[in-house]
């Protein structure tokens, strides 16, 4: 059987969290050791310029910390390729002619960039490019010729919408150059950790994330200041589990679930302690990132060999999306000196 095309991708507005890894990266690494599919990783330059254009320090910075970051959980460039994609010039070629089969209503209406438009507060003022981030999305997905995409269930509709993108391509122009693709979505329920606030969601701008470059210090004081149960105020008060993040994150990250269990048992009964428990969190939490972080600084010790991965691996991916981007011309006609 032909091997499948997996295409993933971030934003570098900043640095990874562990939302980030229990929601893609950890996925993406079996993924890539499963050995069942050509796997490109494209750090999102270009995309993260769509609401930062005034701000590229801020991607030019955030870009090397997503590298060590992928580095850290276990990407590994012998496996997968990792390129960045303002270095792939055909996207924005292909990203053209894509933009004249989508209509502006169709884009106005894409649900998840909606609720972006919303959260970020763009008012009158949408930069044009964020509006059609879409269509620049299904560039990057088809140029590799993608067939599955592993992205959260937020993300269905940038699926279905690449998907009509392809349709309408391969229809108006007679061909079939383009691969439609699917989304590859993390079990109901699992995929997204809560911030340490008690926030549905984890993420930076909450203020309420730990990240995977956190050092050790940094681990065990947001452990300490996590989220538990605000009516457990004397060690023997009964205490509540559910809402509980600290139960929350055992729940997810905890191997010896039997323990957990034990533990709630004691917290509900009363006696138990919010200090002993976010301590063994932090152990636990320590076991599941400490290596990471161990590795992460083991490759920060040599940038110059990170941005020289990330090259090879653009050079790679530019080689691939330039054969679609000829095959594309092709396929329109736009192919008048060959
Ligand atoms: N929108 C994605 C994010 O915010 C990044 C992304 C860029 C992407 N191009 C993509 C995701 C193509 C899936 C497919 O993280």
Redesign the pocket.
């Known amino acids: 059987m032909a091997k499948k095309t997996i295409?993933?991708?971030?934003?570098p507005t900043g640095k990874l969290h562990i939302g980030h890894y229990l929601g893609s990266l950890k996925n993406r690494v079996a993924l890539q050791n499963s050995g069942d599919y050509n796997t490109f990783i494209?750090i999102?330059d270009v995309?993260a310029m769509t609401d930062n254009a005034r701000n590229p320090e801020k991607i030019r910075n955030s870009l090397i910390e997503v590298a060590l970051d992928y580095l850290a959980v276990g990407i590994d460039p012998a496996k997968s390729t990792i390129l960045v994609q303002s270095q792939i010039p055909a996207l924005n070629e292909l990203t053209m002619y894509f933009l004249d089969l989508v209509t502006v209503s169709r884009l106005e209406r894409n649900p998840t960039v909606k609720s972006e438009i919303q959260q970020k507060a763009f008012g009158q003022s949408i930069p044009a490019g964020f509006l059609v981030y879409p269509v620049s999305?299904t560039a990057?997905?088809t140029a590799f010729k993608a067939d599955t995409?592993p992205?959260g269930d937020d993300q269905e509709p940038?699926m279905e919408q690449a998907r009509e993108i392809v349709r309408t391509f391969n229809t108006t122009y007679n061909t079939d150059v383009l691969v439609e693709p699917q989304g590859y979505f993390p079990p109901k329920g699992q995929g997204r950790l809560p911030g340490l606030d008690g926030n549905a969601k984890m993420s930076k701008s909450l203020n309420n994330a730990i990240y995977l470059s956190d050092s050790a210090d940094e681990l065990r004081q947001k452990v300490m200041s996590m989220y538990t149960d605000p009516g457990h105020i004397h060690v023997s008060d009964p205490g509540k589990v559910e809402g509980n993040m600290v139960f929350t994150y055992l729940d997810i990250f905890d191997p010896d679930q039997a323990h957990v269990a034990e533990l709630k048992a004691e917290y509900q009964a009363g006696g138990l302690g919010d200090v002993k428990i976010k301590r063994y969190l932090n152990e636990v939490l320590e076991n599941e990132f400490g290596p990471i972080r161990a590795r992460r600084e083991e490759f920060a010790k040599d940038i110059p060999a990170v941005y020289e991965m990330l090259k090879q691996g653009s050079i790679k991916a530019n080689e691939v999306a330039e054969q679609t981007l000829q095959e594309v011309r092709n396929a329109i006609g736009l192919n008048y000196f060959n």
């Open positions: 295409l993933t991708a971030d934003r494209m999102a995309q999305e990057d997905i995409v992205v940038m």
